[in-house]
């Protein structure tokens, strides 16, 4: 069977200081990769996704940036945190082509002082 | 451009009654369905989803779903509810099923169930 891990699950960091949160997948391979982040317990905003190794998609432009060094390893990172990087970090992975579901990791606790 | 709508921030059932968790979609091909539920502090857990055929739709933990097409609607429903159930509920559209299509979720709904 498939699971998705993610680290760590809570982080305090100071204000400009550097990111990295990491997602790696067991028990399948050339899985699409995706980062989500959720303010205040609520509705999700997808960062980035990819589709193959070093291919990258951002869907919106902001402080972080992401990276797929290896097949089923996903890292999303920022070098200088915001004040608003704060938030609840979800990595997901979903099969390629088809009518397939996200499967979702179980988060990561960003908090920046 | 696919987008998804639950129109109820939160629901309140007491326990033992049916409930309902209402989402329209809308989507210019055929739209793949999803529902998932998401605990304090945890990731999203998925629960159901309609690709084709029945309109109803079962899954996990007793909950369903049924697809309406005329309506664009997939309201996620349980005969009988449990404290347990409350959560954050999260309905989702998947428009095409080529590796670039990406699923969109509703800003969700909170369910709350009383003793």
């Known amino acids: 069977s498939q699971t998705i891990h993610q680290w760590p699950a809570t982080l305090v960091q100071p204000v400009g200081s550097p990111l990295s949160l990491e997602c790696t997948v067991e028990?399948?391979?050339?899985?699409?990769l995706y980062w989500y982040r959720q303010a205040a317990g609520r509705g999700l905003q997808l960062l980035f996704y990819?589709?193959?190794?070093?291919?990258i998609s951002s869907e919106v432009p902001q402080n972080l940036s992401a990276s797929r060094p290896q097949d089923r390893q996903f890292i999303l990172s920022s070098k200088k945190l915001l004040l608003s990087d704060s938030g609840f970090y979800l990595c997901?992975?979903?099969?390629?082509?088809?009518?397939?579901?996200?499967?979702f990791g179980p988060g990561t606790r960003l908090t920046v002082t | 451009a696919q987008s998804v709508a639950q129109p109820e921030d939160q629901v309140n059932v007491a326990e033992g009654n049916p409930l309902t968790v209402k989402c329209t979609y809308s989507?210019?091909?055929?739209?793949?369905l999803f529902w998932y539920v998401q605990y304090p502090n945890r990731g999203l857990q998925f629960l159901l989803k309609?690709?084709?055929?029945?309109?109803l739709v079962k899954g996990s933990y007793g909950f369903e779903a049924e697809f309406n097409k005329s309506q664009t609607s997939f309201h996620l429903k349980k005969p009988s509810a449990l404290v347990s159930d409350s959560a954050l509920y999260f309905c989702?559209?998947?428009?095409?099923?080529?590796?670039?299509?990406?699923?969109?979720f509703g800003s969700g709904t909170r369910l709350s169930i009383r003793p």
């Open positions: 990819s589709v193959g190794i070093g291919q």
């Open positions: 989702a559209v998947r428009e095409g099923d080529s590796s670039a299509s990406k699923i969109i």
């Open positions: 309609y690709i084709t055929g029945d309109n």
């Open positions: 028990g399948t391979s050339n899985p699409n």
């Open positions: 997901a992975w979903s099969r390629q082509a088809g009518p397939y579901e996200q499967y």
């Open positions: 989507v210019s091909g055929n739209p793949y």
